[in-house]
């Protein structure tokens, strides 16, 4: 989370917030301290909109107010090429005693 919150954008956030849910009181939304979260589950309670709605819809407005820090997306790095391993199998040299008995030496 930003710590503008106290900011101009936090307090546009919340006049969005408010005139979207009429349920939603500046008394209500400075108690969340404009904690992600708490928003969503006042959303819940006071709107009565279902956790994920909630999430969605808030996270959609808030991002427009850049208060809440987003995870950077890392540039994948492409891993070094390793050297192709292959082995190799070499037969085996037979052993005489490994040998079956030749049909004519049995009998």
């Not at 930003?2 to 009181?25: I, V």
């Not at 500046?26 to 999430?55: C, F, P, W, Y």
């Amino acid at each position: 989370m930003a710590s503008d919150l106290n900011g101009p954008r936090w307090r546009e956030l919340k006049r969005e917030l408010m005139q979207r849910w009429r349920e939603l009181s500046e008394h209500d939304l400075e108690k969340t301290k404009g904690n992600a979260q708490s928003i969503v589950d006042l959303l819940e309670r006071k709107v009565g909109m279902a956790i994920e709605e909630a999430s969605e819809r808030f996270a959609e407005i808030a991002s427009h107010y850049h208060l809440y820090d987003e995870p950077e997306e890392k540039p994948v790095k492409p891993e070094k090429e390793k050297p192709e391993r292959v082995m190799e199998l070499k037969p085996k040299n037979p052993n005489p005693k490994d040998r079956k008995p030749k049909d004519d030496y049995l009998g």
